[in-house]
């Protein structure tokens, strides 16, 4: 499966992702601008991202426990996800997102 | 916290030791228990205000499953543990402080200065620190480093600072919920601004906020920090993105509440070899580009590095052979099991 990640200076990477990986895990591994700190342990929320609205449904909503750590960044749209808590899948072929200023590293 | 010392004194103090550890997370921690089995004193300064690291800061709470032996335990379990373990060797912790500097002396050893104006003299430095040093998380708004520590603060030194202030403070966590409740007696005005009508704080906290609302001491504000207007560090109005559009409120004084972010810090300019933010080592010793220097865990560089807390310990011990050469140079170490050796269990004071 593919996802299509726009990062925060708005260039476009179509990564290829592996069935059950986090979408952060796949971010991180092509080398993006993604700080994810604490390594998808739902601890922090410098995998923070949003998701194209043509993807909302398939992604489904954040969890009581993610919207807590989505407290954390000052960056909150309607569509924000912490890409950790999204899990590659079939379902998910396509993908599009666009990484949030907050994921960003130092 | 039996027989650890916790330093509380600070402010010019003079701390001479084998080895300061930066870094009082589990492989910090660890570390302690190499060096202590070859007779070596630590001292550990870290700036949290507790032992953990990341596994006390980040996920107290949450399980691990990768540590040898032990098929699930907390963070904090896990660091109860090393504390546990390490205590025989009594080291001294000095919390809420970071090194800011590190000096090579004549003869080869160190002389390190803390943002706590204390120095420790000291003949190893091992550098634990992670993923650097935990800071307060800034919110996204441009050129809010001009405000910083004259109108715009991460905490709350001193509550004078705030009397007769109008003051915004942003976040929806205990600290935010906290200083609403304490600051509120005392200043012009306090408006608490979160971006969703939900708390994660203590509901007490969250009811009491509630009932000063109600009495029209405190504003509640939904929204997000977007802006800052002001002049030579003082702000003046904080701007809000709210579903309604655009809000300005006039405020003297900002307290963001966002939590903490690892920052490398002051490490950088400690002149050692980076590679990426994290310290290149030599797989031997794990010492860094300047002798005496080691760096351990997950802010260290080599071929194959994996970020897992048992590697960080495998490299602890290691690097406390070196570093014995250089505290006790000349003297023959010899290896030994803990199983079997009188003396080293007379050293963990269970012989």
Redesign the interface.
């Known amino acids: 499966m593919k996802i299509n990640v726009t990062d925060q200076a708005g260039d476009v990477h179509e990564l290829e992702g592996l069935e059950g990986w986090r979408v952060m895990e796949v971010i991180r591994d092509w080398g993006l601008n993604i ?1 994810a ?3 998808g ?4 929320a ?1 995998c923070h991202c949003y998701v194209d609205s043509d993807w909302l449904d398939a992604v489904g909503a954040p969890s009581e426990e993610e ?2 750590m ?7 749209k309607s569509n924000s996800r912490l890409s950790c808590q999204i899990l590659c899948s079939d379902e998910l072929d396509g993908l599009k997102l666009t990484l949030a ?2 994921a960003a590293k ?1 | 916290m039996n027989d650890t010392t916790v330093n509380t004194n600070g402010a010019g103090e003079v701390v001479e030791t084998d080895v300061v550890i930066v870094g009082a997370g589990p492989v910090g921690l660890f570390a302690v228990f190499e060096l202590g089995l070859l007779d070596i004193r630590c001292a550990l300064v870290d700036i949290l205000d507790k032992p953990g690291g ?1 596994c006390a800061e ?2 107290p709470e ?1 399980p691990i499953y990768d540590i040898p032996a032990f098929p699930v335990v907390t963070g904090q379990q896990l660091t109860d543990n090393l504390m546990a373990q390490i205590a025989p060797f009594s080291p001294e912790f000095h919390f809420s402080r970071m090194v800011n500097s590190i000096e090579k002396l004549e003869d080869g050893s160190f002389k390190l200065t803390t943002d706590a104006d204390e120095t420790f003299f000291t003949k190893v430095v091992v550098i634990a620190a992670g ?1 650097g040093s935990f800071q307060p ?1 800034r ?3 441009p050129g809010i480093e001009a405000f910083e520590n004259k109108s715009v603060f991460y905490a709350v030194r001193r509550m004078e600072d705030f009397r007769d202030q109008d003051v915004v403070i ?4 205990d600290s935010a919920l906290d200083w609403t409740l304490n600051l509120a007696p005392i200043v012009r005005t306090l408006t608490l601004v ?3 009508d ?1 708390f ?1 704080a203590a509901p007490a906290s969250v009811n009491k906020m509630r009932e000063l609302v109600a009495d029209g001491k405190v504003n509640f504000q939904l929204g ?2 977007a802006k800052l207007d002001g002049e030579n560090g003082m702000i003046n109005h904080v701007h809000l993105t709210t579903e309604a559009g655009d809000l300005s409120i006039p405020a003297t004084r900002l307290l ?1 509440f ?2 903490l ?4 810090g002051p490490v950088a300019d400690w002149g050692l070899e980076l590679n990426d ?1 994290t310290i290149v080592v030599d797989t031997e010793k794990f010492e860094t580009s300047v002798p005496g220097i080691f760096a351990i865990g997950d802010i260290n560089h080599y071929p194959g590095k994996l ?1 897992l807390i048992l590697s960080g310990f495998h490299e602890a011990a290691l690097m406390a052979q070196a570093a014995k050469s250089i505290v006790s140079p000349g003297e023959r170490v010899v290896f030994q099991y803990t199983t079997s050796s009188t003396k080293l269990q007379k050293k963990l004071g269970v012989a």
């Open positions: 700080k700190e604490c390594g342990a739902l601890s922090c410098t919207e807590d989505l407290d954390s960044v000052g960056d909150v200023p907050s130092d | 990341q980040l996920y949450k993923g998380k919110p996204p708004v942003v976040g929806g966590g979160h971006r969703r939900a994660k997000q920090i963001p966002f939590g972010t690892m920052k490398l933010n970020k």
